[in-house]
Protein backbone atom coordinates (compact mmCIF):
# COMPACT_ATOMS: atom_id res chain seq x y z
CA UNK A 1 0.00 0.00 0.00
CA UNK A 2 2.90 2.21 0.30
CA UNK A 3 2.62 2.82 -3.31
CA UNK A 4 -0.78 4.12 -3.10
CA UNK A 5 -0.94 7.66 -2.47
CA UNK A 6 -3.71 8.78 0.60
CA UNK A 7 -5.72 10.17 -2.54
CA UNK A 8 -5.97 6.83 -3.68
CA UNK A 9 -6.80 5.09 -0.80
CA UNK A 10 -9.55 7.58 -0.16
CA UNK A 11 -10.86 7.09 -3.69
CA UNK A 12 -11.03 3.17 -2.85
CA UNK A 13 -12.85 3.33 0.60
CA UNK A 14 -15.21 5.62 -1.13
CA UNK A 15 -15.77 3.63 -3.84
CA UNK A 16 -16.21 0.79 -1.23
CA UNK A 17 -18.81 2.72 0.66
CA UNK A 18 -20.75 3.34 -2.40
CA UNK A 19 -21.46 0.18 -3.62
CA UNK A 20 -22.15 -1.13 -0.41
CA UNK A 21 -24.65 1.62 -0.51
CA UNK A 22 -26.44 0.74 -3.01
CA UNK A 23 -26.05 -2.73 -2.05
CA UNK A 24 -28.06 -2.28 1.18
CA UNK A 25 -30.64 -0.31 -0.83
CA UNK A 26 -31.72 -3.59 -2.63
CA UNK A 27 -30.62 -5.84 -0.16
CA UNK A 28 -33.50 -4.10 2.09
CA UNK A 29 -35.91 -5.11 -0.47
CA UNK A 30 -34.58 -8.41 0.01
CA UNK A 31 -34.82 -8.16 4.02
CA UNK A 32 -38.12 -6.44 4.31
CA UNK A 33 -39.96 -9.54 3.08
CA UNK A 34 -39.12 -11.32 6.16
CA UNK A 35 -41.39 -11.34 9.00
CA UNK A 36 -38.56 -11.51 11.66
CA UNK A 37 -37.70 -8.13 12.85
CA UNK A 38 -34.77 -9.08 14.75
CA UNK A 39 -33.57 -11.06 12.18
CA UNK A 40 -33.71 -8.37 9.79
CA UNK A 41 -31.82 -6.40 11.87
CA UNK A 42 -29.10 -8.68 12.78
CA UNK A 43 -28.70 -8.98 8.92
CA UNK A 44 -28.46 -5.05 8.95
CA UNK A 45 -26.21 -4.78 11.44
CA UNK A 46 -23.66 -7.50 10.48
CA UNK A 47 -23.59 -5.72 6.72
CA UNK A 48 -22.40 -2.01 7.91
CA UNK A 49 -20.66 -4.21 10.78
CA UNK A 50 -18.24 -5.42 7.78
CA UNK A 51 -18.27 -2.50 5.99
CA UNK A 52 -16.74 -0.29 8.42
CA UNK A 53 -14.51 -2.70 10.16
CA UNK A 54 -13.01 -3.29 6.18
CA UNK A 55 -12.75 0.77 5.30
CA UNK A 56 -11.60 1.13 9.02
CA UNK A 57 -8.63 -1.60 8.53
CA UNK A 58 -7.72 0.04 5.23
CA UNK A 59 -7.29 3.17 6.74
CA UNK A 60 -5.27 2.00 9.90
CA UNK A 61 -2.76 -0.36 8.03
CA UNK A 62 -2.44 3.04 5.22
CA UNK A 63 -1.62 5.00 8.33
CA UNK A 64 0.80 2.73 10.29
CA UNK A 65 2.58 0.28 7.46
CA UNK A 66 5.73 2.04 7.97
CA UNK A 67 5.98 0.73 11.40
CA UNK A 68 4.88 -3.31 10.69
CA UNK A 69 7.28 -5.80 10.45
CA UNK A 70 7.49 -6.59 6.40
CA UNK A 71 6.19 -10.41 7.06
CA UNK A 72 3.41 -8.82 9.27
CA UNK A 73 2.34 -6.28 6.41
CA UNK A 74 2.56 -8.81 3.74
CA UNK A 75 -0.10 -10.75 5.75
CA UNK A 76 -2.46 -7.63 6.16
CA UNK A 77 -2.02 -6.35 2.49
CA UNK A 78 -3.18 -9.69 1.25
CA UNK A 79 -5.73 -10.53 3.59
CA UNK A 80 -7.31 -7.33 3.16
CA UNK A 81 -6.64 -7.25 -0.57
CA UNK A 82 -8.75 -10.84 -0.45
CA UNK A 83 -11.73 -9.38 1.89
CA UNK A 84 -12.11 -6.77 -0.68
CA UNK A 85 -12.04 -8.17 -3.83
CA UNK A 86 -14.88 -11.64 -1.78
CA UNK A 87 -16.68 -8.46 -1.02
CA UNK A 88 -16.44 -5.89 -3.73
CA UNK A 89 -17.46 -8.11 -6.63
CA UNK A 90 -20.11 -10.07 -5.65
CA UNK A 91 -22.00 -6.85 -4.26
CA UNK A 92 -21.42 -5.35 -7.80
CA UNK A 93 -22.92 -8.35 -9.43
CA UNK A 94 -25.82 -8.51 -7.18
CA UNK A 95 -26.42 -4.54 -8.05
CA UNK A 96 -26.20 -5.00 -11.14
CA UNK A 97 -28.64 -8.25 -11.98
CA UNK A 98 -31.30 -7.17 -9.12
CA UNK A 99 -31.16 -3.49 -10.88
CA UNK A 100 -31.98 -5.29 -13.94
CA UNK A 101 -34.35 -7.26 -12.42
CA UNK A 102 -36.39 -4.20 -11.07
CA UNK A 103 -36.67 -1.76 -13.93
CA UNK A 104 -37.45 -4.78 -16.38
CA UNK A 105 -40.58 -5.72 -14.12
CA UNK A 106 -42.76 -6.05 -17.13
CA UNK A 107 -41.25 -9.41 -17.82
CA UNK A 108 -42.66 -10.57 -14.65
CA UNK A 109 -45.86 -9.82 -13.12
CA UNK A 110 -46.09 -8.59 -9.34
CA UNK A 111 -46.43 -11.39 -7.46
CA UNK A 112 -43.59 -13.30 -9.49
CA UNK A 113 -41.88 -10.11 -9.08
CA UNK A 114 -41.95 -10.72 -5.09
CA UNK A 115 -40.50 -13.85 -5.29
CA UNK A 116 -38.29 -14.16 -8.45
CA UNK A 117 -36.51 -10.82 -8.07
CA UNK A 118 -35.25 -11.71 -4.53
CA UNK A 119 -33.73 -15.01 -5.34
CA UNK A 120 -32.17 -14.35 -8.07
CA UNK A 121 -30.39 -11.25 -6.49
CA UNK A 122 -29.34 -13.27 -3.57
CA UNK A 123 -27.84 -16.06 -5.99
CA UNK A 124 -26.06 -13.36 -7.97
CA UNK A 125 -24.99 -12.00 -5.02
CA UNK A 126 -23.90 -15.09 -2.77
CA UNK A 127 -22.91 -17.24 -6.12
CA UNK A 128 -19.69 -14.84 -7.08
CA UNK A 129 -19.20 -14.39 -3.01
CA UNK A 130 -18.54 -18.78 -2.55
CA UNK A 131 -16.53 -19.02 -6.39
CA UNK A 132 -14.19 -16.32 -5.21
CA UNK A 133 -13.63 -18.22 -1.79
CA UNK A 134 -13.15 -21.33 -3.45
CA UNK A 135 -9.90 -19.49 -5.22
CA UNK A 136 -8.86 -18.08 -2.03
CA UNK A 137 -9.00 -21.19 0.13
CA UNK A 138 -8.72 -23.85 -2.09
CA UNK A 139 -7.73 -23.32 -6.00
CA UNK A 140 -4.62 -21.52 -4.73
CA UNK A 141 -2.49 -24.28 -4.34
CA UNK A 142 -4.32 -26.70 -6.15
CA UNK A 143 -1.00 -27.23 -8.66
CA UNK A 144 -1.90 -28.50 -12.49
CA UNK A 145 0.87 -30.05 -14.93
CA UNK A 146 0.47 -28.93 -18.15
CA UNK A 147 2.33 -31.47 -20.87
CA UNK A 148 3.51 -29.60 -23.93
CA UNK A 149 5.09 -31.22 -26.79
CA UNK A 150 7.71 -28.97 -28.86
CA UNK A 151 8.95 -30.09 -32.23
CA UNK A 152 11.38 -28.21 -34.14
CA UNK A 153 13.99 -29.69 -36.87
CA UNK A 154 17.44 -28.35 -35.24
CA UNK A 155 16.72 -31.50 -32.66
CA UNK A 156 19.76 -33.13 -32.28
CA UNK A 157 18.93 -37.15 -32.26
CA UNK A 158 20.43 -37.37 -29.07
CA UNK A 159 17.87 -34.82 -27.77
CA UNK A 160 15.23 -36.76 -28.76
CA UNK A 161 12.68 -36.84 -25.68
CA UNK A 162 14.33 -34.43 -23.88
CA UNK A 163 11.92 -33.77 -21.01
CA UNK A 164 11.99 -30.21 -19.44
CA UNK A 165 10.21 -29.07 -16.40
CA UNK A 166 9.36 -25.18 -16.69
CA UNK A 167 8.16 -23.06 -13.58
CA UNK A 168 8.09 -19.26 -12.87
CA UNK A 169 6.61 -16.98 -10.40
CA UNK A 170 7.12 -18.09 -6.74
CA UNK A 171 7.01 -15.70 -4.88
CA UNK A 172 7.93 -17.28 -1.86
CA UNK A 173 7.14 -14.54 0.76
CA UNK A 174 3.33 -14.85 -0.21
CA UNK A 175 3.88 -18.59 1.19
CA UNK A 176 4.02 -16.99 4.72
CA UNK A 177 6.69 -20.04 5.52
CA UNK A 178 3.86 -22.40 4.90
CA UNK A 179 6.74 -25.06 3.77
CA UNK A 180 4.50 -28.04 3.37
CA UNK A 181 2.44 -26.54 0.20
CA UNK A 182 5.27 -26.17 -2.06
CA UNK A 183 6.16 -30.29 -0.84
CA UNK A 184 3.41 -30.80 -3.29
CA UNK A 185 4.34 -28.97 -6.05
CA UNK A 186 8.11 -30.21 -5.79
CA UNK A 187 6.53 -33.87 -5.24
CA UNK A 188 4.82 -33.29 -8.52
CA UNK A 189 7.89 -31.78 -10.56
CA UNK A 190 10.35 -35.06 -9.38
CA UNK A 191 7.49 -37.51 -10.05
CA UNK A 192 8.32 -36.25 -14.08
CA UNK A 193 11.14 -37.29 -13.54
CA UNK A 194 12.58 -34.07 -15.53
CA UNK A 195 16.06 -33.80 -17.90
CA UNK A 196 16.32 -30.07 -16.92
CA UNK A 197 14.27 -27.75 -14.74
CA UNK A 198 14.07 -23.84 -15.37
CA UNK A 199 13.02 -21.54 -13.94
CA UNK A 200 11.73 -18.18 -15.38
CA UNK A 201 12.29 -15.44 -11.81
CA UNK A 202 10.59 -13.89 -9.38
CA UNK A 203 11.63 -16.29 -7.07
CA UNK A 204 10.57 -13.42 -4.24
CA UNK A 205 7.88 -10.73 -3.59
CA UNK A 206 10.85 -8.06 -2.37
CA UNK A 207 12.84 -8.85 0.31
CA UNK A 208 15.75 -11.56 0.72
CA UNK A 209 14.59 -12.34 4.30
CA UNK A 210 11.74 -14.19 2.47
CA UNK A 211 13.89 -17.06 1.31
CA UNK A 212 14.56 -17.93 5.13
CA UNK A 213 13.82 -21.99 5.44
CA UNK A 214 13.20 -22.38 1.67
CA UNK A 215 16.77 -23.40 0.74
CA UNK A 216 15.56 -27.29 2.23
CA UNK A 217 12.26 -27.32 0.54
CA UNK A 218 13.92 -26.47 -2.88
CA UNK A 219 17.10 -27.92 -2.77
CA UNK A 220 15.13 -31.26 -3.12
CA UNK A 221 14.41 -30.59 -6.85
CA UNK A 222 16.15 -33.02 -9.00
CA UNK A 223 16.88 -32.92 -12.78
CA UNK A 224 18.82 -35.24 -14.85
CA UNK A 225 20.91 -32.64 -16.77
CA UNK A 226 20.83 -29.80 -14.42
CA UNK A 227 18.43 -26.87 -13.02
CA UNK A 228 18.30 -23.23 -14.26
CA UNK A 229 17.05 -20.13 -13.32
CA UNK A 230 16.90 -16.32 -14.44
CA UNK A 231 16.01 -13.28 -12.22
CA UNK A 232 12.26 -11.67 -12.57
CA UNK A 233 11.45 -7.81 -11.61
CA UNK A 234 10.89 -8.56 -8.34
CA UNK A 235 13.86 -10.29 -7.73
CA UNK A 236 15.62 -6.61 -7.81
CA UNK A 237 14.44 -5.22 -4.86
CA UNK A 238 13.42 -2.38 -7.01
CA UNK A 239 9.30 -2.04 -5.38
CA UNK A 240 10.70 -1.19 -1.60
CA UNK A 241 12.10 1.42 -0.49
CA UNK A 242 15.93 1.29 0.98
CA UNK A 243 17.79 2.59 3.51
CA UNK A 244 20.64 3.03 1.46
CA UNK A 245 22.15 1.34 -1.71
CA UNK A 246 24.24 -0.48 0.18
CA UNK A 247 20.95 -2.36 1.47
CA UNK A 248 19.20 -2.73 -1.81
CA UNK A 249 22.66 -4.35 -3.04
CA UNK A 250 23.11 -6.89 -0.06
CA UNK A 251 19.54 -8.11 -0.80
CA UNK A 252 20.16 -8.55 -4.28
CA UNK A 253 23.64 -10.71 -3.83
CA UNK A 254 21.82 -12.58 -0.59
CA UNK A 255 19.09 -13.89 -3.81
CA UNK A 256 21.49 -14.19 -6.16
CA UNK A 257 23.40 -16.42 -3.76
CA UNK A 258 20.59 -19.01 -2.65
CA UNK A 259 20.34 -20.14 -6.05
CA UNK A 260 24.13 -21.78 -5.34
CA UNK A 261 22.42 -23.44 -2.45
CA UNK A 262 19.58 -25.16 -3.81
CA UNK A 263 21.65 -26.37 -6.71
CA UNK A 264 20.00 -24.00 -9.39
CA UNK A 265 23.00 -22.19 -11.98
CA UNK A 266 21.72 -18.73 -12.36
CA UNK A 267 22.09 -17.09 -15.89
CA UNK A 268 23.00 -13.40 -15.54
CA UNK A 269 22.98 -12.60 -19.67
CA UNK A 270 25.24 -15.49 -20.33
CA UNK A 271 24.40 -18.89 -22.20
CA UNK A 272 25.80 -22.74 -21.43
CA UNK A 273 25.98 -25.46 -23.40
CA UNK A 274 24.52 -29.22 -22.25
CA UNK A 275 26.48 -32.03 -23.90
CA UNK A 276 25.34 -35.77 -24.74
CA UNK A 277 26.25 -38.16 -26.75
CA UNK A 278 29.31 -35.39 -28.20
CA UNK A 279 25.87 -33.44 -29.13
CA UNK A 280 25.02 -30.48 -27.05
CA UNK A 281 22.42 -27.64 -26.65
CA UNK A 282 22.57 -24.11 -25.53
CA UNK A 283 20.59 -22.80 -22.73
CA UNK A 284 20.79 -18.86 -22.45
CA UNK A 285 19.17 -16.48 -19.60
CA UNK A 286 18.60 -12.75 -20.17
CA UNK A 287 17.90 -10.55 -16.91
CA UNK A 288 14.63 -9.01 -16.66
CA UNK A 289 13.52 -7.15 -20.19
CA UNK A 290 10.54 -5.64 -20.16
CA UNK A 291 8.77 -2.73 -21.50
CA UNK A 292 8.16 0.17 -19.22
CA UNK A 293 7.35 0.72 -16.40
CA UNK A 294 9.30 -2.93 -16.06
CA UNK A 295 13.14 -2.28 -16.34
CA UNK A 296 15.23 -3.35 -19.11
CA UNK A 297 18.35 -5.43 -17.07
CA UNK A 298 18.27 -7.99 -19.99
CA UNK A 299 21.02 -7.52 -23.15
CA UNK A 300 20.29 -10.87 -25.35
CA UNK A 301 23.59 -10.26 -27.57
CA UNK A 302 26.05 -10.61 -24.68
CA UNK A 303 24.00 -13.96 -23.56
CA UNK A 304 24.16 -15.19 -27.41
CA UNK A 305 28.10 -14.60 -27.91
CA UNK A 306 28.95 -17.81 -26.04
CA UNK A 307 26.52 -19.92 -28.06
CA UNK A 308 25.90 -18.45 -31.23
CA UNK A 309 27.13 -21.87 -33.36
CA UNK A 310 24.97 -24.44 -31.40
CA UNK A 311 21.90 -25.13 -33.75
CA UNK A 312 19.42 -25.23 -30.88
CA UNK A 313 18.81 -22.58 -28.20
CA UNK A 314 16.79 -22.27 -25.39
CA UNK A 315 15.96 -18.85 -23.65
CA UNK A 316 15.06 -18.25 -20.49
CA UNK A 317 13.48 -14.92 -20.28
CA UNK A 318 11.02 -13.59 -17.41
CA UNK A 319 8.83 -11.34 -19.53
CA UNK A 320 6.89 -13.17 -22.42
CA UNK A 321 6.92 -9.16 -24.34
CA UNK A 322 10.76 -9.76 -24.72
CA UNK A 323 9.91 -12.88 -27.13
CA UNK A 324 8.12 -10.59 -30.23
CA UNK A 325 10.25 -7.77 -29.63
CA UNK A 326 13.67 -9.36 -29.87
CA UNK A 327 13.53 -13.25 -30.33
CA UNK A 328 11.24 -14.11 -33.20
CA UNK A 329 13.02 -13.36 -36.47
CA UNK A 330 15.83 -12.02 -34.72
CA UNK A 331 17.21 -15.07 -33.36
CA UNK A 332 17.24 -18.35 -34.63
CA UNK A 333 16.23 -19.73 -30.96
CA UNK A 334 14.21 -22.15 -30.91
CA UNK A 335 12.00 -22.14 -27.59
CA UNK A 336 11.30 -18.84 -25.31
CA UNK A 337 10.39 -19.86 -21.95
CA UNK A 338 8.58 -16.74 -19.58
CA UNK A 339 6.28 -16.09 -17.03
CA UNK A 340 5.42 -12.51 -15.16
CA UNK A 341 1.87 -12.87 -15.92
CA UNK A 342 0.05 -15.27 -13.47
CA UNK A 343 -2.66 -15.59 -16.18
CA UNK A 344 -3.57 -12.90 -14.10
CA UNK A 345 -4.65 -15.63 -11.49
CA UNK A 346 -8.18 -15.61 -12.50
CA UNK A 347 -9.53 -16.65 -16.40
CA UNK A 348 -11.47 -19.26 -18.20
CA UNK A 349 -9.60 -22.69 -19.19
CA UNK A 350 -11.94 -24.87 -20.99
CA UNK A 351 -10.21 -27.16 -23.29
CA UNK A 352 -8.36 -25.46 -25.91
CA UNK A 353 -9.88 -22.14 -25.40
CA UNK A 354 -8.38 -19.46 -23.00
CA UNK A 355 -9.39 -15.94 -21.98
CA UNK A 356 -8.38 -13.65 -19.12
CA UNK A 357 -8.56 -9.92 -19.03
CA UNK A 358 -4.54 -9.89 -18.74
CA UNK A 359 -4.91 -10.10 -22.70
CA UNK A 360 -5.70 -6.36 -22.84
CA UNK A 361 -2.58 -6.18 -21.77
CA UNK A 362 0.05 -8.93 -22.75
CA UNK A 363 -0.52 -10.78 -26.57
CA UNK A 364 1.52 -13.69 -25.10
CA UNK A 365 -0.02 -13.86 -21.25
CA UNK A 366 -0.31 -17.98 -20.98
CA UNK A 367 0.65 -21.60 -22.77
CA UNK A 368 2.18 -22.29 -25.86
CA UNK A 369 2.78 -20.03 -28.69
CA UNK A 370 4.45 -20.73 -32.09
CA UNK A 371 5.78 -18.06 -34.95
CA UNK A 372 7.65 -20.15 -38.00
CA UNK A 373 9.87 -22.64 -36.08
CA UNK A 374 10.37 -20.64 -32.83
CA UNK A 375 7.73 -21.28 -29.50
CA UNK A 376 7.12 -19.52 -26.90
CA UNK A 377 5.75 -20.64 -23.61
CA UNK A 378 4.22 -18.27 -20.74
CA UNK A 379 4.13 -19.78 -17.41
CA UNK A 380 1.06 -19.11 -15.14
CA UNK A 381 3.59 -19.17 -12.57
CA UNK A 382 3.22 -21.39 -9.27
CA UNK A 383 2.74 -19.03 -6.50
CA UNK A 384 0.62 -15.46 -6.63
CA UNK A 385 1.08 -12.03 -5.74
CA UNK A 386 -1.98 -9.15 -4.48
CA UNK A 387 -5.23 -11.05 -4.94
CA UNK A 388 -4.60 -14.38 -2.31
CA UNK A 389 -6.77 -16.25 -4.30
CA UNK A 390 -6.57 -18.03 -8.11
CA UNK A 391 -10.12 -17.73 -10.54
CA UNK A 392 -9.70 -20.28 -13.01
CA UNK A 393 -6.03 -19.95 -13.65
CA UNK A 394 -4.51 -22.80 -11.71
CA UNK A 395 -0.40 -22.96 -9.89
CA UNK A 396 1.35 -24.36 -12.95
CA UNK A 397 3.85 -26.52 -13.87
CA UNK A 398 5.03 -27.43 -17.29
CA UNK A 399 6.17 -30.47 -18.79
CA UNK A 400 7.48 -29.95 -22.20
CA UNK A 401 8.99 -33.02 -24.32
CA UNK A 402 11.45 -31.88 -27.02
CA UNK A 403 11.60 -34.01 -30.58
CA UNK A 404 13.00 -33.29 -34.16
Known sequence: MRAFSNFSIFLLCLAILVIDVLAFYWLQSITQLMNMPNLRLSIHIAFWFFTIGLITSIGILKVRLDNIHPQRKHLLITSLYGLTVSSFIPKIIFIIIISFLYFSNHVLSEKESLVVIPVIGLLAGFLPF???????????????????????????????????????????????????????????????????????????????????????????????????????NHDYGDYSSWATPQLKKSNFESIKYFYKKIGFKLLLNEGTSIHKDGLEIAVLGVENWGNPPFKKYGDLDKALESVKQIPIKILLSHDPTHWPEEVVDHTDICLTLSGHTHGMQAGVNLKNKQWSPIKYKYKHWAGLHKEGDQYLNVNRGLGWLGFPGRLGMRPEITCIDISG
Open 130 to 232: FVIIYAIFKALYRFKVHHLHVKTKHAPAAFQGLKIVHISDLHLGSFNFRYHILDRAIHLINHLEPDLIFFTGDLVNNFAWELKGWGEVMDKLKAKKGKFAVLG
